[in-house]
């Protein structure tokens, strides 16, 4: 079954940086579209970052110029490099596919910007 499993969140001063990794299995992810998606506290899970099977990429107004979504086929992971962190991104982040399959979320990386 698909199983996506992501890692590399934590603590970061605002301005710092952090990257984080999704290993993906189950699914042919070479010719999928992957994205990150992010679930704040009270809000709702949004899509910040995707990279489309066709190698484009884009991002949410929010984290544009400051997050660089990546993808390496060969070991079936997406990459998602936070630079100048703020505190309005902590939140728990989340590999899925775009669009996404419903019952494939994994745990999630907690992400926490704070001085």
């Known amino acids: 079954q698909v199983q996506l499993v992501e890692s590399g969140g934590g603590l970061v001063q605002p301005g710092g940086s952090l990257r984080l990794s999704c290993a993906a299995s189950g699914f042919i992810f070479a010719i999928s579209s992957v994205g990150w998606y992010r679930q704040a506290p009270g809000k709702q899970r949004d899509l910040v970052a995707v990279?489309?099977?066709?190698?484009?990429?884009d991002y949410a107004d929010s984290v544009k110029g400051r997050f660089t979504i990546s993808r390496d086929n060969a070991k079936n992971t997406v990459y998602l490099q936070m630079n100048s962190l703020k505190p309005e991104d902590t939140a728990v982040y989340y590999c899925?596919?775009?669009?996404?399959?419903?019952?494939?979320w994994g745990q999630g990386t907690q992400v926490t910007v704070s001085s």
């Open positions: 990279f489309t099977s066709g190698g484009s990429t």
């Open positions: 899925n596919t775009v669009p996404v399959r419903i019952g494939a």
